[in-house]
């Protein structure tokens, strides 16, 4: 079954604790993204990446990083989460441009506290 | 730059009423695509439908619509005869073509709250 899968589905931390939430796909797409959820805001991406080391900021990249140093996984990371980055965190992956459809995980719901 | 808004934040229905949701875009580029996206209460995002800008059909499935009108840069979309399973937020999103990232902009979301 073609799917994006995230891990964890929920998390609760403190400020200051460096996390990391793992993406992985099974549909061999070059694209991938992360996107964060706020209320009102819609999605907005915080980075993505065009394949395996190639990767760039969104337009909300400020406290993350990612990597891509297999074409499956594209795990994003918290080094030092604040309060301001609770929301819920959805990686996406298509396969080309355009019309394309993006594939979301299940979504990350992070709480920092 | 791109701009999509969804001006209904919630609307709340009483089953089998039909109910609309409004998404209205902007973009300077001439080719691009549109979508409709899902997310139930359980949270994750389901794929509804995607336009490319050169295509106008309205499309039809099942108890959905989609009504594409170029010139006035909207991308509706119609729920008829609502039931209490259509509860969800549905979130209206554009793309350019070669977007940074595959990017897709994303109106704020509606919520749909239907009631039996």
């Known amino acids: 079954e073609a799917q994006v899968t995230q891990n964890p589905r929920y998390l609760i931390t403190v400020t200051g604790k460096k996390l990391t939430v793992t993406c992985s796909q099974n549909?061999?797409?070059?694209?991938m993204s992360w996107y964060r959820q706020d209320p009102g805001l819609g999605l907005r991406q915080i980075y993505y990446s065009m394949n395996v080391e190639v990767t760039d900021k969104g337009d909300v990249p400020e406290g993350y990083k990612v990597s891509r140093k297999e074409k499956r996984n594209f795990p994003l990371i918290l080094e030092s989460p604040s309060p301001n980055q609770t929301s819920l965190y959805f990686c996406?992956?298509?396969?080309?441009?355009?019309?394309?459809?993006?594939?979301f995980g299940q979504g990350t719901r992070l709480t920092v506290v | 730059a791109q701009k999509v808004t969804q001006a209904q934040t919630e609307i709340s229905v009483v089953e089998k009423e039909d109910v609309t949701l409004d998404c209205v875009y902007e973009?300077?580029?001439?080719?691009?695509?549109l979508f409709w996206y899902k997310q139930p209460p359980s949270g994750e995002l389901v794929f509804l439908i995607r336009r490319n800008s050169f295509d106008e059909q309205n499309e039809i499935s099942g108890r959905y619509s989609w009504n594409f009108q170029k010139s006035t840069s909207s991308f509706n979309f119609t729920i008829t005869a609502s039931q209490v399973v259509d509860s969800a937020v549905y979130f209206c999103?554009?793309?350019?073509?070669?977007?940074?990232?595959?990017?897709?902009?994303f109106g704020g979301g509606t919520r749909v709250l239907v009631k039996p």
């Open positions: 549909m061999n797409h070059e694209y």
């Open positions: 996406a992956s298509s396969l080309g441009w355009g019309d394309t459809e993006a594939f």
């Open positions: 973009t300077r580029d001439t080719t691009y695509y």
């Open positions: 999103a554009l793309r350019p073509p070669k977007a940074a990232g595959n990017k897709l902009t």
